[in-house]
């Protein structure tokens, strides 16, 4: 089992930036990829941004070039850096751990941005 604690979401005005966390812990091992999905109301969860453990990144191309997805010090720590917000980023934030026949979910973590 993996556990997966997201946090850093919150209201930003057009134009501002948040920087999302995501805590792993439990069995972790072997090659792995963390990443972000969103979920807007309404459409299907989406890829955002992922970085495999070995440190290999990937972006949806609505976001490259805003977002940065980085490793903390702290193992198994994962952010998303999220500047130039526009109001169609507008979803609910949901950090993912997937490895070899295995994904697990952490809590979603709502990112609104409008004035």
């Known amino acids: 089992q993996v556990q997966l604690v997201a946090s850093g979401g919150g209201l930003v005005q057009p134009g501002g930036s948040l920087r999302l966390s995501c805590a792993a812990s439990g069995s972790i091992f072997g090659t792995y990829t963390m990443g972000w999905y969103r979920q807007a109301p309404g459409k299907q969860r989406e890829l955002v941004a992922s970085i495999t453990s070995g440190g290999s990144t990937n972006y949806a191309d609505s976001v490259k070039g805003r977002f940065t997805i980085s490793r903390g010090n702290a193992p198994k720590l994962v952010y998303l850096q999220m500047n130039s917000l526009k109001p169609e980023d507008t979803a609910v934030y949901y950090c993912?751990?997937?490895?070899?026949?295995?994904?697990?979910w952490g809590q979603g973590t709502q990112v609104t941005v409008s004035s």
């Open positions: 993912n751990f997937q490895g070899p026949g295995r994904s697990y």
